[in-house]
Every structure is written in C-alpha cells, then in structure tokens.
C-alpha cells in the first residue's frame, strides 16, 4: 500500500547525523528549542529546508554544521549546585538565629555592668565631696 505526502516524506535529518553534530541528546535537543524559538521570534533560516516547521529548520541547520553549541551545562549539576548552596545560607541563617539570643544576653550584661560601672562613678565623687566638707 503507497504511502501518502505526509510529514515523514519530509527530508529530515536523521538522529545519527544530528548526534555527530552535538553528541549529548540533552544538548541537541536543547539547542534545537532555542533555535526553533529564534525562528518562530522572525530570525532568518541559515538552509534552505522543504518544511515550514520551526522546529524541522532548527534540525537542518544542526545537520548542516550552521549551529554550534560551544557549552554543555547539565542541569543536574546546576540543581545540586543551588540546592547546595540554598542548604549553606538557610544553615547560616540558623546559626545565626541560635547565636541571636546569646548575643542579646551578652549584650544585656554587658550594658547592666556598664550601668554599675556609671553608677558607680557617680557614687564616688559624691561621697569624696561629702568627706570634703567634713
């Protein structure tokens, strides 16, 4: 039974030639969105492709060596890496809550013994002034 024009006539590039282009699949696939949404934002196609898709022309382009993808950043590593570094600053700000109360007790102390210390500086030229005039 013929097969009718469908999409699957189109002339697509296969994923073999796509991987020796840009071997990580997370990578192609990746670049392929960003590309498709380039065109679809009214970017101007680099090849020459029988699909109108933007999608099959950001393929093509991949195929034919026009796009490049210099950096590879797994989001694995970048999820642990903020997940990591949320971990550090909320123990920070605990730790910091645990050393607030002690801190606010230092603090009252030492403004208590500043109070006797002024307290008792005044005492003192009193009492000399009152041995004065004796």
Do not use: F, N
């Not at 003192?124 to 005039?133: G, I, L, N, V, Y």
């Amino acid at each position: 039974m013929p097969r009718g024009k469908g999409i699957w006539d189109l002339e697509t590039p296969s994923v073999s030639s796509l991987r020796q282009r840009i071997p990580s699949r997370y990578s192609l696939v990746v670049a392929a969105a960003k590309r498709a949404k380039e065109l679809r934002e009214g970017a101007v196609p680099l090849v020459e492709c029988a699909s109108q898709h933007p999608i099959s022309i950001a393929l093509a382009e991949i195929a034919a060596g026009k796009i490049i993808v210099t950096e590879e950043a797994p989001v694995k590593e970048e999820a642990e890496t903020a997940a990591a570094e949320t971990s550090e600053e909320a123990e920070a700000a605990e730790a910091e809550q645990a050393e607030e109360p002690e801190k606010a007790a230092e603090a009252e102390e030492e403004e208590k013994d500043e109070e006797a210390e002024e307290q008792e500086g005044e005492t003192e030229p009193e009492e000399q002034s009152k041995e004065e005039d004796e």
